[in-house]
């Protein structure tokens, strides 16, 4: 049958509206190489009707890298997954699990768990589509359908279409009454019915969501389900993804500190900077890698009032970046001269590096 399983979902960083743009993507691939990254939703009819390239476009860098779309017209999605397999992404996962009352005002998110029929169809006219595999992102229930059996049910009713990858936030949303961040915190996690669903559908890769903290919890969760996504601690800790490459995939090593990640992201930063892009755009998504160090606040309060000046670039995040130490290593000159940037270089690239590497500007407090 078509939709094989074809991305490696042992660990996911999860979509996140505003959050997991292409830069933040840019920077999380500094930290690691082999973890699934899943964009914002993007709504299938601003890919079809809407600027494609503006919704769509991403770096090489980023893969492996899964698109969220959003939406309930089975032709409308297929014609939206037609244009994604064009710009070269490695899934397409449809949001059944978004509660904002406008996102289910126009029929999409996690009001779809009350149409699992529905949500068949469109997967399956997904699946017609494209041959880069189909996935689902859903809640456990929403409202007072609830229970274990709705949520299996669901399931079933969507595998129906050949869809074997569900990742499932471990939270029931409530559709009116709570923001969507409170939707995130006020249901309880119930990480068991996850592990209930992957023992009651073996054939199923069933990816558990919702309130993992550390990489150390992943590999626990591991023992019972195929995946774990992690959302807002990556995103606001993004250092606990430097173990993710050898401790969950079992191959390659993460950067060897802070202070490297910042070195990577240079060639990136320079040529984005010089196409125009404010650099308070790429560097709002750096502003916890220092969470915990001392200095952290400084390189903060540094990037975010300097990192809006019109000319502010790689020089303002050098000196946020020398305002804060790295426990992580002894030395940084030996750091910046053992990691730089293995997915970042080209010539262009290669040649900011070096030349940072040789003035030293982001040789921190030792
Ligand atoms: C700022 C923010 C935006 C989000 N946007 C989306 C989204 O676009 N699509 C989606 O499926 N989930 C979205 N979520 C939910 C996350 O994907 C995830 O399911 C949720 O945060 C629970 O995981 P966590 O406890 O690891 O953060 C968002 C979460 C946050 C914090």
Redesign the pocket.
């Given at each position: 049958m078509k939709n094989s399983i074809g991305t490696d979902h042992r660990l996911c960083v999860?979509?996140?509206?505003?959050?997991t743009d292409r830069h933040c993507r840019v920077f999380l691939r500094c930290l690691t190489q082999r973890t699934l990254l899943?964009t914002?939703?993007v709504h299938c009819g601003a890919v079809v009707h809407g600027d494609a390239e503006r919704h769509l476009g991403h770096d090489a860098i980023e893969h492996p890298l899964a698109l969220?779309l959003g939406g309930s017209i089975p032709d409308e999605l297929a014609a939206a997954a037609r244009v994604a397999e064009s710009f070269g992404y490695d899934e397409i996962?449809l949001?059944v699990?978004?509660p904002s009352e406008r996102v289910s005002a126009g029929r999409f998110g996690a009001c779809l768990m009350a149409e699992p029929e529905l949500v068949r169809d469109c997967v399956g006219a997904m699946i017609e589509a494209v041959s880069v595999p189909i996935t689902v992102?859903s809640r456990i229930g929403i409202d007072d359908r609830d229970s274990y059996e709705e949520l299996a049910g669901f399931v079933a009713t969507v595998a129906q279409s050949g869809c074997k990858t569900f990742i499932i936030?471990a939270?029931k949303a409530l559709l009116s009454g709570l923001s969507?961040?409170q939707n995130?915190e006020i249901p309880p996690l119930e990480h068991d019915r996850v592990m209930r669903l992957k023992s009651d559908f073996p054939d199923l890769e069933i990816i558990l969501?919702?309130?993992?903290q550390s990489i150390g919890e992943a590999l626990s969760h591991l023992d019972h389900v195929n995946g774990v996504?992690?959302?807002?601690?990556?995103?606001q800790d993004p250092w606990l993804l430097r173990d993710a490459d050898r401790c969950i995939f079992g191959g390659g090593s993460g950067p060897s500190s802070r202070h490297a990640v910042v070195n990577s992201m240079l060639p990136y930063i320079d040529s984005k900077c010089r196409a125009g892009v404010p650099l308070a755009r790429i560097t709002r998504h750096m502003l916890g890698l220092f969470n915990g160090v001392p200095g952290a606040r400084s390189w903060r309060r540094y990037l975010s009032e300097q990192g809006s000046r019109v000319d502010a670039g790689v020089e303002t995040v050098l000196a946020a970046a020398e305002l804060v130490a790295d426990p992580a290593v002894s030395g940084h000159a030996e750091v910046r001269s053992a990691d730089p940037a293995p997915t970042l270089q080209g010539d262009a690239m290669g040649t900011v590096i070096t030349k940072h590497m040789s003035t030293g500007p982001v040789a921190g407090k030792s």
């Open positions: 999860a979509p996140m509206m505003e959050w899943y914002e939703m969220q996962n949001n699990g978004c992102k936030h939270r969507p961040k995130r969501n919702g309130g993992v996504m992690i959302g807002r601690a990556a995103y």
